[in-house]
């Protein structure tokens, strides 16, 4: 079977074993169901995320012009200590910084390699915990805006890790830890007006992904220096595809890009 379309981060759903959904304009793919199976990938051209121009991508799926102007790529996006809806004051688009920025936004705690810390919106969860591939997750602030979670997050890297060794998580070399313990040891740091945030008795999320064989040696695939791939798919985990020979494809990192797949 072929498939075409732009690439978009996958859709997940959580259940015992994460589920995968690769979504083009006329297809839903299930991914879990291509384990085992050999899948070839093209590359065809771009397609921006914002404008739909065949423009070469230049971050997160938008071209150049298009990640510097369009708001939904505003540095808040990355740094959310330096959201500015709350005071009113606009990056790019008030209105839309004011609609994403001002909802409830989660501070957690996450496994995928070592500890690390992150923020998202309340709505993201448990799916920036999968995106991730954290195989546990505990939330332990809910601020009512991004800028609070944003200066929760800055205080506790300090003491944490804010990055997921992504080559570590996909070898499934995962350290021991407690993030119950985590959490109140780290409780301490945290600004005063984000105190009264504090989530108690949350639950640690644990998270299975469907992978068969993880990569000894990472050897990442870029679509557009090696235009044609072809390789058994064998896992998949955070927003990667993990194939027999140790490659490695990450979908999220790829959106924007018109491909071609083939499952045979």
Not at 72 to 84: D, F, R, Y
């Amino acid at each position: 079977m072929q498939y075409k379309g732009v690439l978009q981060k996958m859709q997940t759903d959580l259940q015992d074993t994460i589920q995968y959904y690769m979504v083009f304009d006329n297809d839903v793919l299930n991914v879990n169901q291509l384990l085992g199976k050999n899948i070839s990938i093209s590359f065809e051209k771009y397609q921006c995320m914002s404008c739909a121009k065949n423009k070469e991508i230049y971050r997160q799926g938008f071209c150049k012009s298009c990640f510097f102007d369009a708001p939904q790529a505003g540095e808040w996006i990355m740094h959310p200590e330096k959201s500015t809806a709350h005071l009113g004051i606009a990056d790019r688009d008030l209105e839309y910084e004011q609609r994403v920025q001002l909802t409830p936004h989660i501070v957690y705690l996450a496994l995928s390699s070592t500890v690390k810390v992150g923020v998202t919106r309340k709505t993201q969860v448990p799916t920036r915990w999968i995106d991730q591939g954290a195989v546990q997750a505990l939330s332990i602030v809910e601020a009512p805006n991004r800028y609070l979670a944003g200066i929760a997050e800055v205080a506790l890297k300090n003491h944490v890790a804010d990055k997921t060794n992504w080559r570590a998580m996909l070898k499934n070399e995962i350290a021991e830890a407690d993030l119950i313990q985590v959490k109140n040891d780290l409780k301490q740091f945290l600004p005063a007006e984000v105190q009264q945030y504090v989530l108690e008795d949350e639950p640690v999320l644990n998270l299975n992904f469907p992978v068969e064989q993880y990569p000894v040696k990472v050897k990442s695939l870029n679509l557009t220096k090696t235009p044609e791939f072809s390789g058994v798919l064998k896992g998949i985990k955070g927003q990667y595809l993990i194939f027999e020979d140790n490659t490695v494809f990450n979908v999220r990192n790829n959106e924007g890009l018109v491909v071609s797949l083939e499952v045979n």
